[in-house]
């Protein structure tokens, strides 16, 4: 287990409104912002967009089980902000529902907004993480400076 500790920072209430890419929005605000760290809790509505659901296989690096929706799903949902050498990188989870249908996991590419997502973002001061290249997993994985 690694960890690391830090302080909130400063707190933000974005609106994220119909028709705009939801993943673009948010780290552009956080661009702008200098936000380097932190998490996000969003919620709001969904036209369309990817899910990653789990693995094809159980194995690894593994090997991205996409499910893509359309119509308009409810969301809740939660990512994280941490560094990497090109910025700021966002981790989103998210469960998304339409009806009796539920999909719950990672958002990724375009992700357009329906009518609005509720977004708070908080910045996390004094925390030491970066993102690097895991070589088991191949994935871009938090490193933290204290272990357990």
């Known amino acids: 287990m690694q960890y690391t500790e830090g302080k909130p ?13 939801l ?15 932190g998490y996000i809790r969003f919620m709001g509505a ?10 094809e296989v159980l194995c690894l690096p593994p090997d991205p089980h996409f499910e893509s929706f359309s119509g308009g799903w409810e969301v809740i949902g ?20 339409r009806g009796e ?8 590419g375009e992700i357009i907004t329906y009518i609005v997502i509720e977004a708070v973002i908080t910045e ?14 191949g994935l871009l994985l938090p490193e933290l400076k204290h272990e357990r």
Do not use: Y
């Open 46 to 55: 969904l036209e369309s967009g990817q899910i990653v659901t789990g693995p």
């Open 101 to 108: 249908q539920v999909l719950t996991g990672c958002l990724r």
């Open 124 to 137: 996390l001061i004094g925390v030491d993480v970066q993102r690097a290249q895991d070589p088991v997993t």
């Open 9 to 21: 920072g400063r707190v933000f209430i974005v609106r994220v409104d119909h028709g705009e890419d």
């Open 23 to 37: 993943i673009a929005t948010l780290l552009q605000f956080i661009k702008d912002h200098q936000v380097n760290s």
């Open 78 to 97: 939660m990512a994280t902000i941490t560094p990497e050498k090109n910025g700021p990188h966002l981790h989103i989870h998210a469960s998304i529902g």
